[in-house]
């Protein structure tokens, strides 16, 4: 079984609906990261949480949410979404305890916003 | 956020050839550079975390060599097989937490066959 999940792994919505992606993870990391890919940019962070009481703004979170449930899950919420947003969307996990900050992704999320 | 360069952007090698490429980075404010290895309809899987100037890390026939100095790091593949064909995405790492792991946009290559 795949340590890290997201669902769903494809979405086609329309513009002004509100869509939420989720991450679990069975690592026991307590970090947890999302990024989106869009064609020529490589990844950029949205947001990231570092335990489950501490949620942090990455590069482009303008139009987004998260939430850390608990340790295992963090979702992502586009709370309007538009047309801008279509991108491929990862989940990602690091140990703390860990001398460098390796991530482990998941499977990815194709989100079409029409 | 640290500027991050992958070159070249695409690369097509034939079955069997060597090859390398590159990412750049900040020579300053710099902890560690992340190699990762991205197959289409995959998830990036991690290749090497490398910290120390002259550094040099192989798995298989991939090495990756890392000069904090200059602010550059290599990536060899040897004897190219198909399924190397991948995304290979660099990460530069300030060391401050999650806004300091800088993603390059990556060297897509092609083996072919």
Sequence with gaps: DADVTQTPRNRITKTGKRIMLECSQTKGHDRMYWYRQDPGLGLRLIYYSFDVKDINKGEISDGYSVSRQAQAKFSLSLESAIPNQTALYFCATSDSTGWTDTQYFGPGTRLTVL | ?113
């Design chain 2, 1 to 113: 956020i640290l500027n991050v360069e992958q070159s070249p952007q695409s690369l097509h090698v034939q079955e069997g050839d060597s090859t390398n490429f590159t990412c750049s980075f900040p020579s300053s404010n710099f902890y560690a550079l992340h190699w990762y290895r991205w197959e289409t309809a995959k998830s990036p899987e991690a290749l090497f975390v490398m910290t120390l100037n002259g550094d040099e890390k192989k798995k298989g026939r991939i090495s990756a060599t890392l000069n904090t100095k200059e602010g550059y790091s290599y990536l060899y593949i040897k004897g190219s097989q198909p399924e190397d064909s991948a995304t290979y995405l660099c990460a530069a790492d300030s060391g401050g937490g999650a806004d300091g792991l800088t993603f390059g946009k990556g060297t897509h290559l092609i083996i072919q066959p």
